[in-house]
């Protein structure tokens, strides 16, 4: 009782709230999400996620040597496909010489002990921006999880260590773990996006792969019939519960900072690690805020990815994870 007890002890010098402190950030935390295109010497920023680049082949390498300096571990690959290379089937995702396929073989011969992750999901490829095949006005998912599983494949041969499906199918992890082990990639894992929430804060990544939803007839002008509603949180534990059943490695709740809850929920629930996707939007909000001087960058920074491994990710993929490894170095 007051005045013996006294919780400002403990918070009195750096050295004693280091010390009690619950959560640590570590280098060892971060999957940094990188941006692919064609071309030779190409590094644009991305419009709407300030000092964040595309990058062609040859500059790609240099870039995951300094992530790898950095003790950055792990990448996750996208890639923006050319216009006239999209169709509906997303049929230049299997192509076995495609940028995502390149991409791959480039980066791990640049870095051989980085771990490659990339996403599956048709929407860089798809002329409708959808993550999957539209018919009828709607996402078909069976005809799309078979795409997808033969998508994973087509990484696997490349050489990524983990296929990162994000598209939101029913029973797509099952569909690609078969393909994956009747063809003998025993050994690659499967990150899934099993609690990924129809949100507005994928903007800028829309804008990076300039893979939106397309506004014509037939085509649906959103995701929402298959990534989850933000109202929901019960059904975020189904999703996951079920990838895990059909093979899933690592898991995953997609955004972050909106969705704490969620993250604990499944800390609390699910043994497998939890991956949390710390999206596009998260990262040009507070870009947008430090440039007008309302927020102080580094502080919010960390205080946003201490939060997210607080509610209980087991790892961060995290636009800031570059900036985080310097400041976690210095
Ligand atoms: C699409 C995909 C998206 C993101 C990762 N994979 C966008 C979407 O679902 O429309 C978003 C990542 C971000 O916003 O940083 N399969």
Not at 254 to 261: A, E, I, Q, R
């Amino acid at each position: 009782m007051f005045p013996y007890t006294r919780h400002r002890r403990l918070r009195n010098s750096q050295a004693i709230r280091s010390l009690v402190s619950e959560t640590q950030l570590s280098v060892n935390d971060f999957i940094v999400p990188l941006f692919i295109v064609e071309g030779e010497n190409v590094k644009e920023e991305i419009a709407s996620m300030p000092n964040y680049f595309r990058y062609s082949l040859d500059l790609i390498e240099t870039e995951v040597q300094e992530l790898w300096s950095l003790g950055l571990k792990s990448v996750l690959l996208f890639v923006k496909a050319e216009e006239d290379r999209k169709d509906n089937q997303g049929a230049e995702a299997l192509n076995p010489d495609g940028l995502m396929q390149r991409a791959i073989k480039t980066i791990k011969k640049a870095v051989p002990g980085i771990l490659v992750m990339t996403d599956v999901a048709l929407d860089p490829f798809s002329s409708f921006g959808h993550d999957g095949i539209v018919e009828n006005g709607e996402i078909i998912n069976d005809e799309t999880a078979d795409v997808l599983a033969e998508m994973a494949l087509s990484h696997a041969q490349a050489g990524a260590d983990f296929v990162a499906p994000s598209d939101m199918m029913d029973g797509r992890i099952l569909q690609i773990r078969t393909k994956l082990e009747q063809e003998g990639y025993t050994n690659t894992g499967i990150m899934s996006y099993s609690a990924k929430y129809a949100s507005a804060f994928y903007g800028p990544f829309r804008d990076a792969l300039d893979s939106a939803p397309v506004d014509a007839k037939d085509v649906p002008k959103d995701k929402k019939t298959y990534q989850m509603n933000p109202a929901n949180r019960k059904e975020a534990l189904s999703e996951t519960l079920a990838d895990i059943e059909e093979g899933a490695d690592i898991v995953m709740v997609k955004p972050g900072l909106c969705y704490l809850d969620i993250i604990r929920d499944l800390a609390n629930e699910v043994d497998l690690p939890i991956a949390v996707y710390q999206v596009s939007g998260e990262y040009a909000m507070l870009k947008a805020a430090a440039e007008k001087g309302w927020l102080d960058h580094d502080s919010v920074m960390l205080e946003q990815l201490t939060a997210i491994k607080r509610a209980g990710a087991s790892l961060i993929a995290s636009y800031f994870a570059k900036d985080v490894a310097k400041l976690l170095k210095a």
